[in-house]
């Protein structure tokens, strides 16, 4: 029986990411459990596992790649936690199970947030096997990902612009691609990757971002809350401008847009760097060219 080599992957990220989990709660108990509900959380842990695998296919696994493939999980977490808070996305429902607000209120829903963030750059900062120099790029990397020229830009463009196809890209970019591509950098930096490996790297996270978005954007309309796992629906539905790739398209244009993307996708794929089956079957599951139901 051949080994699921995605699963592999995602075991050692799990693992780490409940030891990481542990202190969590460490001078507060409510506290450390509002974390633990949105970074424990059932996910697909897609960021992080791509991240592994990619790493697989440059050589192995280590251990500072697990702790920076754990720091892109926590710091995904943490923006899913703001992104359903009232006064963004005022979502009910996360992965199949109450947002963290509903569950464990909005003040200490913002507070787990900005502890997750702090506690990614800690083991970043304490990456294991790394030296100091690579903690610090690694350190930077992610910040630079999502401060006011990464992640929070996006979100802010998202909530409050009125869209056209240029600002969906940029949102994109800003919003979902900033985590992949600060991921695949980071392996560039711990591999050792020449100039050309890196920007190939790069390219490859950002159009993995407007997949994924577009592909996001178009099972917010067709699937329901029960097969996402969230509340459905929300890009037409929020007051305020139309978010998301339906708000420049109708659904035929954006399924033309999103197999056209992935199409792109794959190509990239060819880089040596990535020539993975492994990852072509992981983007196959979560990003199929079919648009379906479920991710």
Known sequence: MRRDVNATHR???NARLFEISEGFGAVS??????????????????RGTLLLLAAEASGGVCETMIDAAAAIEMVHAASLVFDDLPCMDDAKL?????ATHVAHGEGRAVLAGIALITEA?????TARAASPQT??????????ALGPEGLCAGQDLDLHVEKDRAGIEREQDLKTGVLFVAGLEMLS???????E????????GRQLGRVFQSYDDLLDIISDSASLGKDAGRDVQAPGPKRGLLAVADMQGASLHYRANRAQLDRMLRSHRLQAPEIAALLERVLPYGIKDSA
């Open 135 to 144: 903690r610090a790029s690694l350190v930077r990397i992610l910040t630079r």
């Open 94 to 98: 996360r992965r199949g199970k109450p």
């Open 197 to 204: 490996d890196k920007l190939q790297m790069i390219a490859f």
């Open 11 to 13: 075991d050692l990220l």
């Open 121 to 125: 750059m800690a083991v970043l900062a």
């Open 29 to 46: 108990e409510p506290l450390g459990a509002a974390m633990g509900h949105a970074a424990l959380s059932s996910g697909k842990r897609f």
């Open 189 to 195: 930096v711990v591999k050792g990757f020449d100039e």
